[in-house]
């Protein structure tokens, strides 16, 4: 059971605008710590797409979006691409006893 | 350019204990903290353990404190975590990582399979 909420899957169609959600609680998210977002393609590393809530690191095409509020965090993916079909996760900090970095559970997404 | 490079894994029988080595460079390695992430096999990312800069402060995921230790060498830019008492379910790609500016890093991990 992960201290951060994902769905377990999305998909869409070429070009199309996905989300992904990642919900977390008032001692993460919501005590306003920065959310990550990575992506992981099949035995590789998990590669970061988003730091500091909305902030990509050079060579991350701006069709990668991040953004916070409240106790959430969403990403989003405009003009979808094949390539882009992989697991996605959330990363944020916990001032329980939870571990100083917690995770989401990871999100699978299909490009149809 | 910030690079980390994890050494170590491999084949260990339960019971057994393995030392995972984090090779760090492009960055002043003893001014940051330092943690350990890991990966079961299709499953999702988990944090293990952390260590302050300097190595006087350390923490552990309920599910590996009192058999995994964490430590780092600053005059050689080396993060280790020492791994005891290994059971099958830690089997897994094991992640070192740090935050730098904002920012987070990480290797390319190294696999550690616990079976007999």
């Known amino acids: 059971q992960s201290v951060l909420t994902q769905p377990p899957s999305v998909s869409g169609a070429p070009g199309q605008r996905v989300t992904i959600s990642c919900t977390g609680s008032?001692?993460?998210?919501?005590?306003?710590?920065?959310v990550h977002w990575y992506q992981q393609l099949p035995g590789t590393a998990p590669k970061l797409l988003i730091y500091g809530n909305s902030n990509r690191p050079s060579g991350v095409p701006d069709r990668f979006s991040g953004s916070k509020s409240g106790t959430s965090a969403s990403l989003a993916i405009t003009g979808l691409q094949a390539e882009d079909e992989a697991d996605y996760y959330c990363q944020s900090y916990d001032s329980s006893l939870s571990g100083p970095w917690v995770f989401g559970g990871g999100t699978k997404l299909t490009v149809l | 350019e910030v690079q980390l490079v994890e050494s170590g894994g491999g084949l260990v029988q339960p019971g057994g204990s393995l030392r995972l080595s984090c090779a760090a460079s492009g960055f002043t390695f003893s001014s940051y903290w330092m943690h350990w992430v890991r990966q079961a096999p299709g499953k999702g990312l988990v944090w293990v353990s952390r260590?302050?800069?300097?190595?006087?402060?350390?923490s552990y995921a309920d599910s590996v404190k009192g058999r995994f230790t964490i430590s780092r060498d600053n005059a050689k830019n080396t993060l280790y975590l020492q791994m005891n008492s290994l059971r099958a379910e830690d089997t897994a790609v094991y992640y070192c990582?740090?935050?730098?500016?904002?920012?987070?890093?990480w290797g390319q991990g190294t696999l550690v399979t616990v079976s007999s």
């Open positions: 008032s001692s993460n998210i919501g005590a306003g710590y920065d």
């Open positions: 260590i302050n800069s300097d190595g006087s402060s350390t």
């Open positions: 990582a740090t935050r730098i500016a904002a920012r987070l890093y």
